[in-house]
C-alpha cells in the first residue's frame, strides 16, 4: 500500500466558534463541544476525506479495490490529517484567554481552515451573546493578526545574530539559511522567496530590519505557506445570512465558505445510525424508512432539509474540497502497477491515490512513493494511452500512473 502523502490541516479560530463541532463533523471522532469558551485545551488529531471522482467511473470498471482511500458510489475519499487546537482571543500573544502558545500544535500545518462564527452568537471573548449582535469580521483579522504574532514571536528569537550573517553570504545562501530557520513551521524555499518579494523585503539587509518589517514578512509567510479557507459556520442560523453577504464585501481576498458543522456531525450520526442514506457532500440525503423515525427524528431532519437547501448541502465538505484542491492547488493522482488492469500487482483495482501539488511529475511521485523507486526513475506510463511519458510530464488530475524505476520497490 502507498501512504497517503502526510497533510495537515490545522483548524484555528476563536474560542468557542465551532472547530470541534467541525473537526468531529470531519473525522466522526467523539470530542468535547459546549457553548462556553475554552473547552478544548489538548489537541485533537484525526483523519479526514476530500471527496472527487474516482476514475473507475470513468473507465466503466465495475468496481475499484480501495487500499489507502474510500470509494462511495463512485466518489474517492482521499485521507487528509485534520487538528483541532485550543481557541484564540484577541490579544492571546499577550497571554489573554488561554495565550498563543498552543499555536505551536500546528505548527507542521500546510494549511488552516479559519472557523468563525458568522451567526454573530459569540463575542470578542468566546461568550455566547443574542445571534446577529456581534461582527464576526473583527475575529477575521485579530485571528489572522494573533498567528502573525506567533510567527514573529519564533522568528524574532535569535534574529539580530542570524540576520547578521545572512547579510554576509549571497541572497541564495541566505534563503536557504533562513528556509533552515524555518523549517520547523512546513515552511518550503519557495514560500521564503515568495514573502520576501510580497513584503518588498527582498533588496534590504536583513539586519536592517525593524519589527514592521519581520512582522509584514511573516504575515506574507502565513499567507503562502499556510493556505486558509474561512468556515462561516453557524450558518444554518438565519442571523448568518446577511453578515455572510458583508463578510463577503469586506473580506475581499478571503476565500468564504458559509457551512453548518452541526448540521453535517448530524447527518453523519443519522447516516451511522442508520437513519438516513448520506455521502458527505453531497447536498441531499435520504431517508432509510419514514416510519421509524420518532417525531423529534422527523423534525430535526426537516429543519436540515430547510438548511441544506439554503446552503446546498452542509458546506463541510466543501471547505475542505475547496482548501485541498483549489488554495493548496493539489491534485489527486493514481499509481498502479499493471496499466492493462489499472491495477497493483496483486490485482487491486487503483488501490492507491495520491493527492500531489500541481506542477507535479512522475519523478516527483516516485519519490513522494519511495526514495527507492524516486532514485531509479527511469520513466512512467500514462495508463490511459498507454503512452510513455518523462519524468519532466506535469501530471493531471486523476492520471493513472505506473512507474518503471530501476530499483525494485
Ligand atoms: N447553530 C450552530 N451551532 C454550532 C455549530 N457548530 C458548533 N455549534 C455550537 O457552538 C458551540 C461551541 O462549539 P465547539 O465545537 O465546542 O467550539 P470550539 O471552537 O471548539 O470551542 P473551544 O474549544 O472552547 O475554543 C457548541 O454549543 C456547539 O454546539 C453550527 O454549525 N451551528
Ligand atoms: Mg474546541
Redesign the pocket.
Given at each position: 500500500m502507498v501512504h497517503q502523502s502526510s497533510i495537515l490541516i490545522g483548524?484555528v479560530?476563536?474560542?468557542?466558534?465551532?472547530?470541534?463541532?467541525?473537526?468531529?463533523?470531519l473525522t466522526m471522532l467523539p470530542?468535547?463541544?459546549?457553548?462556553?469558551?475554552?473547552?478544548?485545551?489538548e489537541p485533537n488529531i484525526g483523519i479526514a476525506y476530500v471527496r472527487s471522482e474516482c476514475p473507475h467511473r470513468s473507465l466503466n470498471l465495475p468496481k475499484c479495490d480501495p487500499i489507502n482511500s474510500l470509494c462511495i458510489e463512485g466518489y474517492r475519499f482521499i485521507p487528509v490529517k485534520v487538528m483541532?487546537?485550543?481557541?484564540?482571543i484577541p490579544g492571546a500573544h499577550r497571554g489573554r484567554g488561554l495565550g498563543n502558545k498552543f499555536l505551536d500544535d500546528i505548527r507542521q500545518a500546510n494549511a488552516l481552515i479559519h472557523?468563525i462564527?458568522a451567526?454573530g452568537?459569540?463575542d470578542e471573548e468566546?461568550n455566547?451573546v443574542k445571534p446577529g449582535s456581534y461582527d464576526p469580521f473583527e475575529d477575521i483579522v485579530a485571528i489572522e493578526r494573533e498567528i502573525d504574532l506567533w510567527m514573529f514571536s519564533i522568528i524574532r528569537n535569535g534574529w539580530d545574530k542570524l540576520s547578521k550573517g545572512l547579510d554576509h553570504v549571497p541572497q541564495d545562501q541566505a534563503i536557504d539559511r533562513l528556509t533552515q530557520r524555518l523549517s520547523g513551521l512546513s515552511i518550503r524555499r519557495t514560500h521564503v522567496v515568495h514573502a520576501l518579494k510580497r513584503s518588498g523585503l527582498d533588496t534590504k539587509k536583513f539586519s536592517l530590519w525593524d519589527s514592521d518589517d519581520l512582522l509584514s514578512f511573516v504575515s506574507e509567510l502565513r499567507k503562502v505557506s499556510k493556505p486558509t479557507i474561512i468556515a462561516a459556520?453557524?450558518?444554518?442560523?438565519p442571523e448568518s445570512i446577511d453578515i455572510i453577504k458583508s463578510l463577503v464585501e469586506r473580506a475581499r481576498d478571503r476565500v468564504i465558505v458559509p457551512?453548518?458543522?452541526?448540521?453535517?456531525?448530524a447527518l453523519r450520526r443519522a447516516s451511522k445510525a442508520g437513519l438516513i442514506r448520506y455521502i458527505p457532500g453531497d447536498p441531499v440525503f435520504e431517508v432509510v424508512d419514514e416510519s421509524r423515525l420518532s417525531d423529534r427524528q422527523r423534525k430535526a431532519l426537516g429543519y436540515i432539509r430547510e438548511v441544506m437547501d439554503r446552503l446546498q448541502g452542509?458546506g463541510v465538505q466543501r471547505v475542505l474540497n475547496v482548501l485541498v484542491f483549489d488554495l493548496m492547488e493539489m491534485i489527486p493522482v493514481y499509481p498502479v502497477e499493471n496499466v492493462n488492469e489499472y491495477s497493483d500487482s496483486r490485482g487491486n483495482i487503483l488501490p492507491d491515490v495520491i493527492l500531489v501539488r500541481r506542477g507535479s511529475t512522475p519523478r516527483d511521485l516516485a519519490y513522494m512513493i519511495h526514495t527507492d523507486l524516486g532514485e531509479g526513475f527511469l520513466y512512467a506510463i500514462d495508463a490511459r494511452t498507454r503512452n510513455r511519458v518523462g519524468g519532466d510530464y506535469i501530471l493531471r488530475e486523476n492520471d493513472i500512473i505506473k512507474i518503471v524505476s530501476a530499483k525494485a520497490r
Open positions: 483548524i479560530g476563536k474560542t468557542n466558534v465551532g472547530k470541534s463541532t467541525l473537526f468531529s463533523a470530542v468535547k463541544i459546549e457553548n462556553r469558551p475554552f473547552v478544548t485545551i483541532d487546537v485550543a481557541g484564540l472557523v462564527d451567526s452568537s459569540t468566546g455566547p459556520n453557524k450558518a444554518d442560523l457551512v453548518s458543522a452541526e448540521i453535517e456531525l452542509s
